[in-house]
């Protein structure tokens, strides 16, 4: 058996979100359909660095698989693309060392978070980027920033329904960018919780709107717990742009 | 009375075209619906450019209805905006004169097409743009247009089933820009038969990849015969950019 690493992208538009559940168009079921297919009906299980929600969208997700078939990459990567709908492509694929797992070896993960300054949203956007009609302040949204880096307890920045114990996350890297009337949140970390970039954008632009105080982000964060935060910024906005792993 | 005219963008993928047809989805329906949901259930007529086809993209659409209301323009464009879909968005709205008609005062459209030469095409743009997999020869392409520009009978690019008797047409410029990976056809013309610009891009991109010879294209005009050009480029590359009125 061989291990296959695949990077792929997807438009979070069409999807229930990555992971398989009944009755849903989900990611992870159309990249199953799919080996299903080029293994003459056998199941391969296919494991990501972890799931993405309903809307969300990947530029640079990273699954692994187990294959018996010998196929050469190249080959690999144009049967996936032939076979896979047009709304996920496989950017690279490579053969992987058999004890990688692209969950649970990731060192850090990257997302950005996109919204539309335009006084009027485009119709090729309306997918792909959140509408702020209200020009946020940007240098107040990069002040309370700075309170995110570093390594804290971030249960003000997770959904209530999760079951995980340990809310302790290391923030790298928290940047805007501005594109033209696009404004980019870029966020890089060890790891994050159930919601947790969402809930970041989400505040920080309430802070960018004046709804809030740009001070406050420490003591939202010292506050561990969810009430505290703004809202949860809207699926749409979001990307999973890069996977890092260990060694 | 008042007649308004109002530029409008709209994606093009979620439309049977432009104008109505029984149980399709078109954007002039929508247009309707909305005004008669402002005029209380009054049929409003809405009258644009001209008509564009299923998965057509335009980001700068006229269009012109009457109304007897009174409402300050920024109303009108709040109150279109809300009340319609999200894939259409009215971009300016005006008071005109009571004799500007949409589609008889045209003097000129600019039309863009674009093509996508990534090696794997984004999930992003697979709707907005047509995968050319093979790298085309763009100063062959730029060789090849400027036969088509100046005023020629353009029967060898209009779908052969059309009723229009006077094929002879002005195309004022027809460029090539590159863009990253994005390659546009941008063409200005007094008119465009039914086709055209789909029918100079399908035929364009076939001397780009080698398949005719950049020479052929003024024979092809003078054929004046369909089967003379290239084939029909994909609906779901090209832009309605600009409309331009006479006076």
């Known amino acids: 058996m061989k291990r296959m690493k695949a990077m792929i992208a997807y438009d979070g538009s069409g999807f229930a979100g990555y992971q398989v559940q009944p009755d849903s168009r989900t990611v992870q079921q159309e990249l199953m359909n799919v080996l299903k297919t080029i293994h003459k009906g056998q199941i391969v299980q296919v494991v990501a660095s972890g799931r993405t929600d309903a809307k969300v969208h990947a530029t640079g997700q990273v699954v692994h698989f187990d294959t018996a078939l010998v196929i050469p990459v190249a080959g690999w990567l144009k049967a996936l693309n032939v076979l896979l709908p047009e709304d996920i492509r496989v950017l690279a694929i490579e053969e992987t060392d058999s004890s990688f797992h692209a969950r649970y070896h990731t060192s850090g993960k990257t997302y950005r978070y996109k919204w539309d300054r335009s006084q009027i949203i485009s119709p090729f956007t309306r997918n792909y980027m959140v509408h702020t009609k209200q020009r946020p302040d940007v240098a107040a949204m990069r ?10 307890d971030f249960s ?24 033209g ?7 890089e970390g060890s790891g994050f919780l159930y919601n ?36 949860t910024a809207a699926a749409h906005g979001l990307y999973l742009e890069q996977v890092v792993y260990k060694g």
Do not use: P, W, Y
Request: with cysteine.
């Open 143 to 152: 002040q309370a920033a700075e309170a995110v880096l570093g390594t804290h």
């Open 156 to 179: 003000s920045f997770c959904a209530a329904n999760t079951g995980v114990v340990d809310k302790v996350r290391t923030i790298r890297r928290l940047d805007f960018e501005e594109h």
């Open 181 to 187: 009337e696009e404004l980019h949140m870029v966020i």
């Open 196 to 231: 947790m970039v969402r809930i970041i954008a989400g505040t920080l632009m309430e802070i960018g709107l004046g709804r809030r105080h740009a001070d406050e982000m420490a003591e939202i964060i010292a506050a561990s717990d969810r009430s505290a935060a703004g809202k």
